[in-house]
Structure formats: structure tokens, C-alpha cells
């Protein structure tokens, strides 16, 4: 199967306390084929290397996607949802409060209610033309 042979855990020979995760780039729309360097011990990514078993992009990358993976173990990654509000406003950083991940997720769904209630107010120049 192909997912099998392009995303399977591979064993780092090299470096015998690391795993090669097969994947690829997801931060531009070229997603370019990487592997994680993960460490067993601790179960962290430690690096990337370029996947030269990737067919589209063979082994190139840009500096963004090398470098993309210090973002996971960052000391200032977002892991909770933050919602901006009345109540944010009160002391919390920069404007933001800390949410649940089922708030966060019943404000987008009533954000995009509103969204698309109010879409059907708006006429766009090239909907007239079909109109
Ligand atoms: S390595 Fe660079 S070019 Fe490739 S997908 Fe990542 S950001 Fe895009």
C-alpha cells in the first residue's frame, strides 16, 4: 500500500537511539518530503532530514521546513485554544484567555453561522453577473 511505503517508522541505523518518521512538510503548499529524527528516549523530534524516496520533491528542502521542527518542543508554543473577548480583556496576556478546546470549537461553528447568515445579505459584483 502506498501509505505503507511512503509514511512507515523506520529504524535509524546510523544513529541507533533515534526513529526515522517518514512524512513530509506540511508548511507550504509544496510539501516536501521529510523524515523526523525522533529521539526513543524521550519521544521528541531532535531534527529533520530530507527524503530523497519522496517523488516530487527528491531529497530538497528550504531552510523554513528544516528548521520548522523547533516549534514542537518551543517553550512558547500555544497548546490550548486562546479566545479574545470581554472577558480576555481583563488582565489576561495580550488580550487572550485560555479556552477549552470545546469552547474554542462551539465559538467557530457560531462564528461561521453568523458568517453565512450575513453571506446571504452581501451581493458580490460577480454574483450579479450570473444573476
Ligand atoms: S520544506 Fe520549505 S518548500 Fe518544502 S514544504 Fe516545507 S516550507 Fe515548503
Not at 467557530?108 to 450579479?128: R, T, V
Amino acid at each position: 500500500m502506498q501509505r505503507d511505503k511512503f509514511f512507515k517508522e523506520v529504524e535509524n541505523v546510523l544513529h541507533p537511539n533515534e526513529t526515522l518518521v517518514k512524512t513530509h512538510c506540511a508548511y507550504c503548499g509544496m510539501q516536501c518530503g521529510m523524515n523526523l529524527r525522533v529521539n526513543v528516549a524521550t519521544n521528541k523530534i531532535i531534527g529533520v532530514e530530507p527524503r530523497y524516496d519522496w517523488p516530487v520533491t527528491v531529497g530538497k528542502m528550504c531552510p523554513k521546513g528544516v528548521t520548522a521542527y523547533q516549534q514542537t518542543n518551543h517553550d512558547d508554543r500555544i497548546l490550548t485554544p486562546l479566545i479574545r473577548d470581554d472577558a480576555s480583556l481583563k488582565g489576561t496576556k495580550e488580550g487572550f484567555r485560555e479556552a477549552s478546546w470545546d469552547e474554542a470549537y462551539d465559538l467557530i461553528a457560531k462564528k461561521f453561522s453568523e458568517l453565512q447568515k450575513n453571506m446571504e445579505k452581501i451581493h458580490y459584483p460577480f454574483s450579479a453577473a450570473y444573476q
